[in-house]
């Protein structure tokens, strides 16, 4: 008799160990998972043709408190993040058109960003639960900070000398055109007025920090009776 009740004992005792033991292993896990899913951003259009993002890389900022992580990954469509603690964790992802595959790290310009959020911020939290996997799905959009420079060179000529003017005012006008506001930060508001007095045959200036775009650049030579007015 007592051997049958050891049987039926030993049997629910240790199945309750394990029970008690998978639970314990459970909740001893302190840290959560972070799965990011990138979604495919349209090409912008400006003016014609249409110019593509080209996102190569991404660098990718996570925050919670004091604690900052931050990575620099190649384009992919998801990336899973393993060791957060529990909590509110904001994201900051910008994309670039470069990847430095000796350094392993973004390269390039920044062409893209998170969208903005109510506050006009470009940052998404999510709160990252103990031993859970978060998802988080983001759209990143072009942005301006994405920079470059033109610089033209405005020449006349000399060949005859019955068109040299003697110390000429150049007058150069550059203006941005740029369609689809609402999806870039445009540069159509961009105007530049530039006046040179006592030109030579030959003027170069560089414009900086121009929003990627199409300019017009538009050019007066005036002779020197007319700079009062013609």
Not at 10 to 27: A, D, I, N, T
Not at 35 to 59: C, G, M, N, T
Not at 127 to 153: D, Q
Request: net charge negative.
């Amino acid at each position: 008799m007592k051997h049958i009740r050891l049987s039926l004992i030993l049997p629910c005792l240790l199945s309750f160990l394990f029970l008690f033991s998978g639970c314990v292993e459970y909740g001893s896990t302190e840290s959560g998972r972070l799965a990011i899913h990138f979604s495919e951003p349209k090409a912008r259009e400006i003016y014609l043709p249409s110019i593509s993002l080209d996102i190569v890389s991404y660098k990718i900022t996570l925050t919670s408190g004091s604690e900052t992580k931050t990575y620099e990954v190649e384009k992919q469509e998801s990336l899973i993040i393993e060791g957060l603690l529990p909590g509110i964790w904001t994201i900051e992802v910008a994309g670039y058109n470069g990847w430095d595959t000796v350094a392993s790290q973004v390269s390039g310009q920044q062409v893209a960003a998170l969208q903005k959020n109510q506050e006009g911020n470009r940052l998404v939290a999510c709160n990252v639960k103990r031993g859970e996997a978060t998802s988080a799905s983001l759209l990143l959009v072009p942005i301006s900070e994405g920079t470059g420079m033109l610089t033209f060179t405005v020449n006349w000529p000399q060949l005859d000398s019955s068109l040299i003017l003697n110390n000429p005012r150049l007058e150069i006008e550059v203006r941005g055109y740029n369609a689809h506001g609402s999806v870039y930060e445009d540069n159509s508001s961009f105007s530049e007025s530039i006046v040179i007095n006592d030109a030579a045959h030959t003027a170069t200036r560089t414009l900086s920090t121009l929003v990627p775009g199409w300019y017009e650049i538009q050019t007066r030579l005036i002779p020197p009776e007319c700079h009062r007015g013609c």
